[in-house]
């Protein structure tokens, strides 16, 4: 299966360029894995140049994950982090990714410093 760069997950979500889009488009058009890496990348994209909200965010996200041409690396550990994401503790995406891939993994407990990621079940809050 055909694999795709960040800027080509951007733009596929962000829809900015028509010429860009058409092209990704046609590419994933007979399938494509996303990296995880390339879906932090463009998390980071999307709130800091986009600046989209977490819950757009979290829709878009959430869109890749049912989308019928894609399929994200650790789909399963996506949608868990996307679980957690949503959550009222409001951590950042990649820290739930973190802490589902150490809890995939079998590397639990997950310390932190990180307030809202030390709410969730399976980081231990670290105390200064």
Request: hydrophobic share 55%; proline share 4%; with cysteine.
């Amino acid at each position: 299966m055909r694999a795709i760069d960040t800027n080509v997950l951007v733009h596929l979500l962000a829809r900015d360029d028509a010429a860009q889009l058409a092209a990704a488009e046609d590419f994933i058009a007979k399938g494509a894995w996303v990296p995880l890496l390339a879906l932090v990348e463009t998390v980071w994209v999307l709130g800091t140049v986009y600046a989209r909200k977490p819950v757009q965010i979290a829709v878009a996200i959430d869109m890749l994950l049912n989308h019928q041409h894609l399929v994200l690396e650790r789909g399963d550990i996506v949608a868990a982090a996307l679980t957690h994401y949503r959550s009222k503790a409001r951590p950042g995406f990649s820290d739930c990714l973190m802490l589902e891939i150490a809890r995939a993994a079998g590397h639990l407990p997950f310390g932190t410093f990180d307030k809202p990621l030390g709410r969730l079940q399976g980081a231990l809050l670290l105390r200064a």
